[in-house]
């Protein structure tokens, strides 16, 4: 039996000797994970952009993540490549600025009325009273909500994005950061778990399982738009939640 292929080990040989037909055997490898990533992320763009120009931007990152990967602290490759990988599709899709203006504008409305009414009451507001707080009836917020599911989407991807978490200093080992990421994962799934059982099924399927809205509206026998709305609704109460624990940019 052939011994199962090990992308640290090839691309630590790769950074040592630069060989071309190595790196490009090492991307060739990896395309099941760029391919995946840009799958698992398509509801951000999938009314705007072509998946092709997605996975290109992934095939980059990971080109560039082939680079600078270091073993020394800690992860594997194929989690540092995702990561890299994840985070210029965020950046890609950003600069492409696909989300309409007043939808991005909108969506940050959304975003900061919710933090408030969160830290004020303690938990995460009714759709009634974020309504009131914003000035409008509940029909035009859930239509406003379904809008900017993307754009929030995509904010929710940024907070979750490596580079955002605060971590040990540099003085600080590998296992201390190690223990803190480990610590990350728990705080996330409680946090997960404290949403309501809709919020959280849609949550769970579209992050956990990268199925579509589309998918996940007939699992739970609602509209694609009822998905959108609470999905929008869940991502609220989880960035509500867990902002404490990330870097302000």
């Known amino acids: 039996m052939a011994d199962e292929y090990n992308s640290s080990e090839q691309v630590a040989l790769y950074q040592n000797n630069k060989d071309i037909a190595l790196r490009n055997e090492i991307v060739l490898k990896n395309m099941g994970l760029v391919k995946a990533v840009a799958m698992s992320m398509r509801n951000m ?3 705007f952009g072509e998946v092709d120009d997605i996975v290109n931007e992934g095939v980059i990152a990971l080109m560039n993540a082939i680079e600078e990967y270091n073993p020394e602290k800690g992860a594997k490759f194929e989690t540092f490549a995702m990561l890299k990988i994840k985070g210029a599709i965020i ?4 600069k492409q600025d696909w989300i309409p203006r007043n939808v991005r504008k909108f969506a940050k409305s959304l975003d900061k009325a919710n933090s408030l009414l969160y830290n004020l009451y303690g938990r995460a507001p009714t759709t009634a009273e974020l309504a009131q707080h ?10 406003n909500m379904a809008d900017c599911s993307c754009s929030l989407t995509m904010s929710f991807e940024e907070l979750l994005y490596e580079d955002n978490i605060n971590e040990p200093s540099a003085k600080d080992t590998a296992t201390d950061k190690n223990l803190l990421r480990e610590e990350m994962i728990k705080i996330v799934a409680e946090a997960v778990n404290s949403l309501k059982d809709k919020e ?4 769970t399927l579209y992050y956990y399982k990268n199925m579509k809205y589309s998918d996940i509206a007939k699992a739970l026998g609602v509209t694609e738009g009822r998905v959108c709305q609470i999905h929008t609704k869940a991502v609220l109460a989880l960035k509500a939640r867990l902002e404490p624990y990330f870097k302000n940019n």
């Open 200 to 203: 959280r099924q849609v949550i």
């Open 91 to 94: 950046d890609y899709i950003r």
């Open 134 to 143: 914003m000035g409008m009836d509940e029909s035009k917020l859930l239509k």
């Open 45 to 47: 763009y999938i009314k």
